[in-house]
Structures are given as C-alpha cells and as structure tokens.
C-alpha cells in the first residue's frame, strides 16, 4: 500500500504564502499522479492541482497563477507552493496518489490552512 503524509498548513493573513509538502511512503509503483484536493466546510471537495507521471501540471482555475504544484521524483514528495493567499482558499488540503499498479487513488489525512482577512 502507499501512504501519504501532509505538512505545511498554518494561519495565514490574505497574501501571504504557505508551502504544503506530502511524503508518499510503501509500495510507491506506476503513479499516473500525484496531485491535491482541498474541501471548506460545506462545500464539496475540489480538485486543486495535479502533476502527472510525465510533469504535466493542471489547476483549478481559481488557483492558476497564484499556486505551483511541482515534486521530487527521488524522494518521493509533492508540494504545493500557494501565494497571494486569500481567504477563499481556506479549507482542508489533502494530498492524492493515483497508481496503475494499484488501480486505485491514496489519501493523505490533510492539513489545515486558514488564511484570514
């Protein structure tokens, strides 16, 4: 199996920055990717970013130009580098692995970023 482990959230104050880290550890093989969700209270999960096997990033239109989603293949880490914080992007941010081998998405247990007015 794979888990994964964030680090990173905090308090913020809006437009200031934060950098999520997620450590993917076990039986790490064929990831199609890696990527991030968060969830606010209330509201339904979303997709954040995602960075593929072959390094193709994709954001969620709310997030482009202000989030970067990058990784380090040899240490089996993904980050997620978020500036111009606003208090929108306040939630849950959890971290994901998809793995052909495994046919099936990992979840981290999230962390917590609040970025207050």
């Known amino acids: 199996q794979v888990q994964l482990v964030e680090s990173g959230g905090g308090l913020v104050q809006a437009g200031e920055s934060l950098k999520l880290s997620c450590a993917a550890s076990g039986t790490i093989l064929t990831v199609n990717y890696m990527g991030w969700y968060r969830q606010a209270p209330g509201k339904e999960r979303e997709l954040v970013a995602t960075i593929t096997r072959g390094g193709t990033t994709k954001y969620t239109d709310s997030v482009k130009d202000r989030f970067t989603i990058s990784r380090d293949s040899n240490k089996n880490m993904v980050y997620l580098q978020m500036t111009n914080l606003k208090p929108e992007d306040t939630a849950v941010y959890s971290c994901?692995?998809?793995?052909?081998?495994?046919?099936?998405?990992?979840w981290g247990q999230g962390t917590q970023v609040t970025v207050s007015s």
């Open positions: 994901t692995l998809a793995s052909t081998f495994w046919g099936r998405d990992f």
